[in-house]
């Protein structure tokens, strides 16, 4: 009702899901200011509703196509309101984006991108690299993450920040998850047949992939088939994945505890429930997120958080990885395994 009272009888909106809309502005002969028209929506689904005598605050986005700058036809404006939703939505908050031909640029490099992730991972295109864990005592190598990364034929080597977005909205996610435990499973056999069976192997576990609801016996039977030491395997988990299904999430992971895979808490000391988190599931690890680590030297008040961080951690019985700390210990931070293997020889 809010959003009608500031468009024009020439001008069309439509709700298009509990909190996205869409809005057609005719030109015609008249002069629109829309960046006017911008501030005064922000504004409107800005302000606060008055629900039983409680103030609530809601959010929305918007989408917004010109007419007929925008488009000369019904299937053409919706599909420009679409796109520029698509841009609105990917910021927190209240957001009001209008239509311009650089964003269906950007939506068609996503799906050509999409087309090939789907591609590369049909054909093992992925590469998983390893960043090793080194125990600060000793210089010893005790562990080491997988992290995928993506040799792209024409773009070059790609980072996961790159791709995975891509992979979540086409819930390939979950698929490269599988792929990227098959893998990592794969080389930690060959290390332990080679008689490094002291290493742990850290995967990182995304939030969806706990929509799968056979993700305990998926991981049970990628396992069991490369016929690894469970004990010595660990996934990681940020608390969006822990805060997805308390319950359901708690019960896979006690089952996967009863295999003997250990869990991680990534990015510890960022989020508000890490402590309820320590208490009530099986996290073995705790990795204090780089954003504290990575001036620990400098910032007096940064190293008194890592210590305490550490103190409780040790005091629950926990281990501590701390991320960041490439540069002043000078390692290199992505091998391949089969330069483990050779520095191991």
Known sequence: MRLKQLIRRTDALARLSADEFGLVVETGEDQVDLDQVKAKLSHVV????????????????????????????????MKHVYTALSEAKKEQGNSVKVYQASMQQ???????????????????????YYQPKIDVHTGKVMGMEALVRWPHPRRGMLSPGQFVPAAERTGMIIPMGYWILKRSCEDLAKLQSMGFDD????????????YDKKLSETVFRIIYNTNVDTTRFEFELTESAMMFDKDYTRRCMNEMTHMGIRFALDDFGTGYSSFSN????????????????????????????VGGMITLSHQLGLTVVAEGWKTSLNWSFCVRIIAIRRRAI
């Open 199 to 210: 290493l742990l192997c850290s995967v990182n576990l995304s939030f969806r992939q706990f």
């Open 278 to 305: 320590l208490r009530n599931l099986p996290i073995s690890t705790v990795k204090i997120d780089r954003s504290f680590v990575e001036h620990v030297n400098s910032r007096p008040e940064d190293a008194a958080l």
């Open 46 to 77: 800005s302000e606060t509703f008055f629900l039983n005598n409680e103030t609530t605050e809601v959010s929305a986005s918007l989408g917004m196509a010109i007419f007929p700058e925008g488009g000369t036809n019904t299937e053409q404006l």
């Open 106 to 128: 950007r939506v068609n490099e996503q799906m050509e991108l999409e087309a090939d992730f789907r591609r590369a991972l049909r054909t093992d295109e992925l590469a998983v």
